[in-house]
């Protein structure tokens, strides 16, 4: 089953640019399917394997797609819904809940409320990705998914300890948010920065990413053993790191670490979202077989969780940008970007994981209040949010005409571009005069340098331009026949390694310095 669902996980990213709808709904379609086959054995999972298996790595692989600096422009959006919408969102539901079922302690409310108040920045940003949307937006929507885990798990630590336990203190509850928060950032800070010296003494690039496939499992355990927000370590972490290997001139631990961290994603989430979707039985089963008269509560449920997002967004843009006249500051900038925004909220992998995470009993052995309605209730959001506004909201998209500045990026990559080429000719004159560099290779290396800067930005090549753009059709003849005679090496090199008495792995490594060359 496992082997069937990674499986589907891959194949999910080419249908999915097939058919437009993005993988998390493929594959949450696909596991309902499965999960309604007679034949198809039930998936369990025990509940507090969940959180601490797929959430580190998740998280790890997400956070390198941002910055700390990233962060900090957007602080006041990412704030304003990471911690004071998921709060709200938590209380209001919590109400809503409690009033449909008076006999459910407010704790167990709150728990519900925590549980589906955080949305998912695997499906946020695996649907906003290929729909276009400006960049700034797709910043904040991850930001807002990242962080959002912090609030909501731990809020539904406190809701569930005093459920287990009878007892709830409000100052005792926000002293251990913030000792929690506190631990988080001294783990996580800590940790990357001891990582950080130990990839600088591992040579092999394949050392490194095995050692960054580690680190966020020992600061996810590490945290929440000191009693520490796991997630928030994990954060600070994968934060501190991608900062750090930025400084570095290790072009192969990045092209590794990439592409490893992609696949890691890829199969992770694909295989969370697949087992939503099997994970249907099991909580029908929990809500017991009077589970259709929870239909109108969960719709009720539903309604406040997306509503409350929309009448939030709407007044802080509202706020923002004809009260304080700070359109610069927070995001969206217009109300169509706001629309966008508020119908990406669709709930995933933390609703998931936290919903079958809850104990079966408390500490005095009687059952834990509404468990079954609480999974039942959480599930329908998440189905509801991803599988009704995850396809839907590509016709949003279009309907309100969001999308990227495509002009500004590609005069921001050619601005990037002449900068780099810049400080690659200005550190080439510099070589020339330290070392004596003959005319002959300091001119090689120079036509190559002001090729590429020509391709990239022709204005700023100046004088030169006209004389290389010349040159770049012979170059672009050359560089056909360089791959094709590169070729013939490869077909060669391949042929060596079904000979016998020829290593394998000396053949592997001729062949991965061709390919590098096939790539320069």
């Given amino acids: 089953m496992v082997f069937i669902v990674l499986l589907a996980a891959i194949l999910a990213e080419p249908l999915s640019l097939r058919i437009g709808i993005s993988p998390p709904v493929l594959m949450t379609v696909f596991g309902i ?22 959430l580190p790595p998740l998280l790890y692989a997400a956070a390198r797609r941002t910055s700390w600096v990233a962060f900090r422009e957007d602080w006041v959006a990412i704030t304003m819904r990471a911690v004071v919408l998921v709060l709200v969102t938590a209380a209001a539901v919590a109400a809503v809940f409690h009033a449909l079922h008076p006999a459910v302690p407010v704790a167990a409310a709150v728990a519900l409320g925590a549980v589906v108040a955080p949305p998912d920045p695997i499906a946020a940003t695996a649907v906003a990705s290929r ?48 000792v929690s928060a506190l631990v988080a950032v001294v783990v996580g800070g800590l940790l990357g920065w001891v990582t950080g010296r130990m990839m600088d003494r591992l040579d092999e690039a394949s050392w490194k990413v095995a050692l960054s496939l580690l680190v966020p499992f020992a600061a996810y355990g590490i945290a929440e053993a000191w009693s520490g927000s796991a997630v928030l370590a994990v954060l600070v972490c994968a934060l501190y790191l991608t900062d750090a290997t930025t400084k570095t001139d290790d072009s192969s631990y990045r092209l590794i670490g990439d592409s490893f961290w992609d696949i890691t994603d890829l199969l992770i989430s694909g295989f969370v979202f697949g087992l939503i979707g099997l994970e249907l039985s099991t909580v029908l089963k929990a809500a017991g077989p009077h589970w259709p008269r929870l239909l109108g509560g969960t719709a009720v449920i539903i309604a406040v969780v997306v509503l409350l997002r929309l009448v939030w967004l709407l007044g802080i843009w509202l706020i923002m940008h004809w009260v304080a006249r700070k359109s610069s500051v927070d995001e969206p900038r217009t109300w169509r970007e706001m629309l966008v925004n508020w119908w990406a909220g669709m709930r995933g992998v933390a609703t998931v994981a936290l919903a079958l995470a809850l104990p079966f009993t408390t500490d005095d052995g009687s059952p834990f209040p509404a468990r079954g309605e609480i999974l039942f209730t959480a599930f329908a959001v998440v189905l509801f949010t991803l599988l009704v506004q995850g396809p839907t909201l590509p016709l949003l998209v279009r309907m309100t005409g969001v999308s990227e500045d495509t002009a500004q990026e590609r005069a921001l990559e050619r601005q990037l571009w002449t900068r780099v080429l810049r400080a690659e000719l200005d ?89 590098l060359r096939s790539e320069q």
């Fill in 33 to 54: 399917v499965l999960a309604l086959i007679p034949q198809v054995p039930d998936v369990r999972i025990e509940p507090h394997l969940i959180l601490p298996l797929v």
């Fill in 131 to 178: 729909l276009g949307l400006p960049r700034r937006l797709v910043s904040v929507l991850e930001g807002e998914g990242l962080f959002n885990d912090v609030t909501a798990i731990v809020l539904y630590g406190v809701a569930v300890h005093a459920v287990l336990t009878g007892a709830f203190s409000a100052w005792e509850a926000l002293g251990d948010f913030v």
């Fill in 427 to 515: 550190r080439l004159k510099e070589i020339a005069q330290e070392q004596d560099l003959p005319e002959g290779i300091y001119d090689r290396i120079r036509d190559d340098v002001m090729r590429r800067l020509t391709s990239a930005d022709p204005e700023a090549a100046g004088e030169d331009a006209a004389l290389i753009r010349r040159n770049m059709r012979k170059l672009g003849r050359l560089q056909a026949i360089r791959q094709d005679v590169l070729a013939a090496g490869r077909r060669e090199a391949l042929a060596a390694r079904r000979e016998p008495g020829m290593p394998p792995d000396i053949v592997d490594d001729v062949m991965r310095r061709l390919d």
